[in-house]
């Protein structure tokens, strides 16, 4: 059965900048995650910047990552940790405000032998 995480749980109102808790991935066995964030409610003129962060010890914590979460390369990574940034700049309220939920689906392994092909883009 493949993990899933609610980093942010579904519906939660996010008025401030912030870090979510702490989620102990180390029992996972693919070491890769599909990430979908969910935005339920905003009001104008603001954005939000969601990163995940990794952690061998739960204290210190990596640069961000990437949409598909691969961490097969990371076996030291541990604990993985959302963080949000929130920005207005409207004149409507005071602060800004997202309703939001970011989850991690666990997905089998990228195969690191299938080939590629490159798409030629038309301009």
């Known amino acids: 059965m493949p993990n899933e995480l609610a980093l942010i749980p579904a519906n939660s109102r996010l008025e401030a900048n912030g870090d979510g808790a702490a ?22 003129q603001e954005s939000l910047d969601v990163s995940i962060y990794g952690s061998a010890d739960g204290e210190s914590w990596t640069k961000k990552t990437k ?28 602060s800004p405000m997202f309703v939001a939920g970011l989850d991690l689906m666990e997905v089998p392994p990228m195969s690191r032998e299938t080939p590629t092909k490159r798409m030629a883009l038309r301009v």
């Open 23 to 44: 989620f102990d991935v180390s029992s996972s066995t693919s070491r890769t995650f599909l990430c979908r964030l969910t935005v339920s409610d905003q009001i104008e």
């Open 67 to 94: 949409m598909v979460l691969d961490l097969s390369l990371r076996p030291e990574i541990k604990f993985l940790r959302p963080r949000w940034e929130l920005n207005r700049w409207g004149r409507v309220a005071p």
